[in-house]
C-alpha cells in the first residue's frame, strides 16, 4: 500500500519505517511560527520550562501582524513580547513594521517555507502553505513552545480526501471560488482533521497565487492542510531561492478516505453568505444584497494579483457613495508592487484607502470594524457571528473581482455587470 504526499512528509521527518492514519507521531519540524497573539502564550510556556535557549535560531519565526502597527496599549504590548524574545533568541525571522507582513503570505514569499517542509504555527491558517507541496498545520501555543525548546511536534496523522477538479475555468473565477465550492459542497467539518489534496487539470493550470487561496482556506473544512502536488509552476515560483527543497507526490496506490470530482467549467463566481463559509451561493443569486464595506486583502486574497485584478474593474471608476472600500496588500513587497505600478493610486481615486499590510478588519482586529446592521463583503475567509465586529454585522466572502465590482454599484455584483 503506497502513501499520500502528506504521509510521506509526515515520514521522513520521523525516524520511523511506516506510518498510517490515526498514528500518533513525534516530528521534527522545519519551521515554527507565531504571530502577535499566539506566540506570547508560548514565549511564557518556553520560559516557565526553565529552558535557556531555542532550539534553532532560524527555524522559529515571529510576526506581530494581527493587530500590527498596534492598535491599542494592550497590542503594542504584545507586539514588545516578541519583540523582546526575538532579540533575547537572537532569532534571525524576526519581521515587524517597515519588513513585516501578513505571515501566510510574507513566508513563502521570502522562501522560507518550500515542498517537502514540515510546517507548524499556533495560527489555524498555517495551512496555507500546502499549496507549495509543504505540510503545515496549524497546534496551539503550548505545542509552539515544545517546538521552540526541541523543534519536534507530536502530532496525529491524518487521513486523506482527495479533491478533482476537472474543466476549465470561466474569466472571473478563481482559486478562491474552488474552495467556497468545495466548502459549500462538503460543510465545514467535512474534511474534518483530514488532509485535502487538490488535483486535477484545473489545479494544473492554477496560478501560485489562486493555490494559496485554496490551501489557505483547508481549515475552513475543518482540514489539518490542504496540499498540491508541487509542478512546474511550484518550481518556477522557488527557483529564486538558494533553499533545496524536495518535491513529493502521491503514489497511485495511496488510499484516500473519499474522492471527490467535479467539473467545474459552469462554476461562476462564488460567494459565502453569513454566518458560516460553507454557506455558498452563486454571485448571480445575491444581487440584491446591499454593502456598507467592501475589504480587499487578507492572507487569503492579499496578493499582487489579487490587487491587479481588482484595480483593474476599479480603473477609472468611483465606488457606491457612502460604502467604505478597504484594500490591504498582505506584504511590504506587495505593498511596494502596488504602488510603482499604479494600484494604489487607482483605489485611493476610486474613493477607498489603501493601508500598509496587517490583518485588520479579518478578524475584527482594526481597520474596518463592523457595528450593528453594517453588511461587509470581503475577500477574507471567515464569517462567522461578529467575526468583523459587532454580533449583529454581517459578513460575506468572494474573490476580489466581485468585491471590487460590488464596491462600485454598492450591492453584490458579477463583474461582467459593471
Not at 444581487?287 to 464595506?293: F, S, Y
Request: charged share 20%; with cysteine; proline share 5%.
Amino acid at each position: 500500500m503506497g502513501y499520500t504526499i502528506a504521509e510521506k512528509i509526515l515520514l521522513a521527518h520521523t525516524g520511523k519505517q511506516d506510518i498510517r492514519p490515526g498514528e500518533f507521531i513525534e516530528a521534527k519540524v522545519d519551521l515554527a511560527l507565531g504571530n502577535d497573539i499566539t506566540a506570547p502564550f508560548a514565549i511564557e510556556e518556553f520560559k516557565k520550562s526553565g529552558f535557556k535557549k531555542v532550539f534553532a535560531r532560524n527555524k522559529i519565526v515571529l510576526v506581530p501582524d494581527h493587530f500590527a502597527p498596534a492598535k491599542d496599549l494592550r497590542s503594542a504590548n504584545q507586539c514588545k513580547i516578541l519583540s523582546n524574545f526575538a532579540a533575547e533568541q537572537k532569532i534571525k525571522n524576526y519581521f515587524e513594521i517597515g519588513c513585516m507582513g501578513i505571515e501566510h503570505a510574507l513566508l513563502p514569499e521570502l522562501g522560507l517555507v518550500g515542498p517537502g517542509d514540515l510546517v507548524i504555527g499556533a495560527d489555524s491558517h498555517t495551512c496555507t502553505y500546502g499549496a507549495l507541496g509543504a505540510y503545515s498545520t496549524g497546534v496551539g501555543s503550548t505545542d509552539l513552545a515544545r517546538a521552540f525548546i526541541d523543534g519536534k511536534c507530536w502530532l496525529k496523522v491524518p487521513g486523506s480526501v482527495k479533491f478533482i477538479y476537472q474543466g476549465k475555468l470561466k474569466k472571473w473565477v478563481s482559486g478562491k471560488d474552488l474552495i467556497l465550492y468545495t466548502i459549500g459542497q462538503i460543510g465545514v467539518a467535512g474534511a474534518l482533521y483530514k488532509v485535502m489534496e487538490f488535483c486535477g487539470p484545473v489545479i494544473r493550470k492554477l496560478s501560485m497565487d489562486g493555490r494559496f487561496s485554496m490551501s489557505n482556506m483547508a481549515i475552513e473544512a475543518g482540514a489539518r492542510a490542504g496540499l498540491i502536488e508541487p509542478d512546474a509552476i511550484t518550481e518556477e515560483y522557488i527557483s529564486k531561492f538558494k533553499r533545496k527543497f524536495k518535491f513529493y507526490k502521491s503514489d497511485s496506490s495511496a488510499e484516500y478516505e473519499k474522492i471527490y470530482a467535479w467539473d467545474v467549467t459552469e462554476l461562476e463566481p462564488q460567494v459565502a453568505c453569513p454566518h458560516l463559509p460553507s454557506n455558498v451561493k452563486p454571485v448571480s443569486a445575491l444581487k440584491d444584497v446591499k454593502l456598507n464595506q467592501v475589504v480587499i486583502g487578507s492572507c487569503t486574497n492579499g496578493r499582487i494579483s489579487d490587487l491587479r485584478v481588482s484595480a483593474k474593474i476599479l480603473k477609472g471608476k468611483k465606488i457606491k457613495p457612502g460604502l467604505k472600500l478597504i484594500v490591504i496588500p498582505a506584504t511590504q513587497k506587495i505593498y511596494l508592487e502596488a504602488v510603482q505600478e499604479g494600484l494604489a493610486e487607482i483605489f485611493i481615486k476610486a474613493g477607498g484607502i489603501f493601508s500598509t499590510p496587517t490583518c485588520g478588519p479579518c478578524l475584527g482586529g482594526h481597520m474596518g470594524i463592523l457595528t450593528e446592521g453594517e453588511v461587509a463583503l470581503a475577500t477574507t475567509n471567515r464569517n462567522f457571528i461578529g467575526r468583523m465586529g459587532s454580533v449583529k454585522s454581517f459578513v460575506y466572502l468572494s474573490n476580489p473581482a466581485v468585491a471590487a465590482s460590488s464596491a462600485v454599484t454598492g450591492r453584490i455584483t458579477h463583474p461582467e455587470e459593471l
